[in-house]
């Protein structure tokens, strides 16, 4: 029994010393929690950013993506990091973005990467490659296939890190005044199509010109070029082509699933603290999303409008239109290929990609859309 009264002393004893282990603890804790929150209050740094475009300002589809990215940093960041959105022409023309944050003069960019083809001939890849691959296959290939790192070697050189930036889907092949029945229709034609399909149409005998968005409408109208193609129904009702043009042919053999880019001037990236660089990256991820969303909501009733309401002649160009161009678009990549060792391994990297995805998508993709169809129309059995 005597043994057993020594206990509770070393009991006490021992739990003394845990409540003055716990204590100091506490206080070591506490007297650090200033000095903690002054470390991470230096995080709280606030941000000021430009971001240029491209695009007229507000421009449904193209021009609302980086307003939509610049609200939800501003929110994700609690207004610590805070982008103020310039319109083409407000702070530089439309074809000054990739220059302007290249320098620094801004922070972001927002656009096309087949715009800058004069300065990196294989910066076409990362909007569209005619007959290449579409909007789910562009995303996949950019985030899962390699393609993103490619797209920042390129870029790197110009102090930029790229980022998917939207997606418009299988564009429309563009507003006509004449009706395209053969490839002969093509010659003498002067229309405003951007990045390889351009070039396409100058070896079949028209002239490609790289015309920005907000100055299309009058150089249709004053005959500067004779037809253009724009994005696809959504947009291209926003601008009011129907006022100026009579055929709206598709499909957009040239642009099967553009992606649109922000660029990221890399050393005001890398000032940035982890979460902010995190935010960024998130925020585009989501515009890059958004965009291919809202545009696969709206076309459809703006093609109806288009045509219900404005009589706009809906056209498919002819199967041979589009062998033609196909086979002239296979020589130029090999051609350019040929010339320019960086484009040579973008194309090669892109085509492995293509050589896995599309006989999937064959069983998938494609085999749904047309069992989707079979049997419409039918009577139903009895
Ligand atoms: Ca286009």
Redesign the pocket.
């Known amino acids: 029994m005597k043994k057993i009264n020594w206990y509770p002393p070393v009991i006490l004893g021992l739990l003394a010393l845990l409540v003055i282990t716990f204590g100091a603890l506490v206080v070591s804790t506490s007297s650090k929690g200033p000095t903690q929150h002054f470390a991470k209050g230096s995080d709280q740094e606030t941000f000021e950013w430009k971001l240029v475009t491209t695009w007229p300002k507000n421009f449904p589809g193209l021009g609302s993506a980086p307003e939509r990215f610049a609200k939800k940093v501003a929110a994700m960041s609690d207004g610590r990091l805070k982008i103020k959105v310039y319109g083409a022409g407000e702070l530089v023309p439309a074809m000054g973005v990739f220059g302007a944050v290249s320098d620094g003069a801004a922070q972001m960019g927002h656009g096309a990467a087949y715009y800058w083809k004069g300065k990196i001939p294989a910066a076409q890849f990362f909007t569209a490659v005619p007959f290449g691959l579409n909007a789910q296959e562009m995303n996949g290939w950019l985030h899962y296939g390699g393609g993103m790192e490619l797209w920042r070697e390129l870029y790197e050189p110009f102090d930029l890190i790229p980022m998917a930036g939207g997606s418009t889907g299988v ?1 429309m092949a563009g507003w006509f005044n004449k009706e395209i029945n053969s490839v002969n229709d093509l010659k003498g034609l002067k229309m405003r199509i951007p990045g390889l399909g351009g070039e396409v149409l100058n070896r079949a005998g028209g002239t490609a010109v790289t015309i920005p968005g907000g100055e299309l409408y009058t150089a249709l109208q004053t005959g500067v070029i004779d037809a253009t ?3 696809g129904p959504y947009n291209d009702l926003a601008f009011g082509f129907y006022q100026i043009a009579k055929y709206y042919y598709y499909p957009g053999w040239h ?1 099967p699933g ?1 992606i649109l880019e922000f660029i990221v001037n890399k050393t005001a990236f890398e000032k940035l603290p982890p979460d902010l660089q995190a935010i960024v990256r998130t925020a585009a991820r989501d515009a890059n999303q958004d965009m291919l969303d809202e545009y696969t909501a709206r076309n459809n009733r703006a093609l109806q409008e288009l045509v219900d309401k404005h009589g706009v002649q809906l056209r498919r160009l002819p199967d041979d239109v589009i062998v033609y161009l196909k086979k002239i678009n296979n020589q130029i990549m090999e051609e350019t290929a040929a010339e320019d060792p960086q484009f040579a391994r973008v194309y090669k990297a892109y085509k492995e990609f293509e050589s896995q995805v599309v006989p999937y998508h064959r069983i998938s993709e494609e085999a749904y859309y047309q069992a989707r169809e079979l049997g419409d129309g039918d009577a139903v059995a009895d």
């Open positions: 564009q193609e724009w994005v642009e553009s």
